[in-house]
């Protein structure tokens, strides 16, 4: 009973000193506020040290607040809760003593802690405040024992979003490590996060080749759902490699029809500023593919970076001529593929409208068909 006693008398005392600090500071404001002709430097060093005073209180109350935790572990559940409830409305302050909560027997109050850690890492992450510690304090209980903390935790990490080189360095190797955990929607969560972080970096044009390594993998998940997901995210995060073009082309041959859509939209999105480089691995695969259904993908890819992408002069003269083998395949939705990509990025090669009369001989009606409308299309476009 005294114990408790002591620690609401606690609470109470800390909630008054940080009201008086901020009352402190308005006062201050208002003192500064008033217009003082030709003092603007003296303004500008007087804001320079109310910055430093919010700045020392802000620690102070961090450090204050972090003490209490070390004195609630004899006390309830509740208790610990409530005092996770007051931290939430003290805020930013309040981060290192979540922390120090986040080692909490109970799992309920490890989830809670980890829920309003997230909320003030958004608000930070929004207001373009470091969230570094509240990111890594996070990225902590990934390896927690209980499946509902880890999954608190990864979608608050999503909603934080850290992209500082601090923060990732410990938070990006985290969520790798537990890639393969848990059930596919789980794991199809993990890359959901690693995803909207290498988004943050790809816009601040930082690295995010260990992200898309992680991506990669994540392409030879048991889970079709897994395996999608992972393709959407290396497209969402721009990753033009070598390495990406290589696993979506062999992605294209995967069992599943949703997986190999995927791919093959990711390729044309991806192809269409990487064309040099993926273009030359497109014809490859085509000429060693086995699979009917994986070569029509491929010309698929072809055709839609050749309509749309940002193609050399060689380029394109190298997609005309991979379509117009295709043009040639022994699989007849192949052959229709090929006509109708000749005709959608109206090829102008020379080559082009003599192969596709003579695909008007076709024996089969679908590929006389699109080579029909082909010719048609490259007609108007003369």
Partial sequence: MIRKRWFWVTTTVIGVLLGLGIGQIVEFQEA???????LSELRDELNTLKAKQRALQA??????????????????????REFVDFLEKIGNPGTAALIAMLQDPSERVRREAIDVLGEIGERERKAKRNVDAIAIGIATTLNDSSERV???????????????????????????????KGSSRVRSQVLDVLGSIGESLAKKGESTDTIRDALIAGITDDSSRVRTNAIEELSDIRATSTETFTALVNTLADKSKSVRNSAEDALIELGKSGATTVTPMLADALGN????????????????????????????DLIVQTLL????????????NAADELGEM???????????????????EKVRKAAQKAIQRLGKGQ
């Fill in 289 to 316: 593919s086995t699979s009917p259904a994986t070569r029509g993908h491929i010309v698929d890819v072809l055709g839609g970076i050749g309509e749309k992408g940002k193609t050399t002069e060689n380029t394109v």
């Fill in 32 to 38: 500064t506020a008033e217009p003082q002709s030709g």
């Fill in 346 to 364: 109206q090829a102008t090669s020379p080559d082009v409208l003599p192969a596709l009369r003579n695909a008007l001989k076709d024996s089969s």
């Fill in 59 to 80: 620690e102070w109350q961090s450090e204050l607040l972090a003490q209490v935790v070390p004195t609630l572990a004899d006390e309830s559940e509740r208790v610990k």
């Fill in 325 to 336: 083998v295709a043009l040639r395949d022994s699989d007849e939705n192949v052959r229709r």
């Fill in 150 to 180: 880890f999954r608190e935790a990864l979608a608050e990490l999503g909603d934080v979003r850290p992209a500082s080189s601090t923060s990732t360095a410990v938070v990006v190797p985290a969520l790798i490590a537990v890639r393969a």
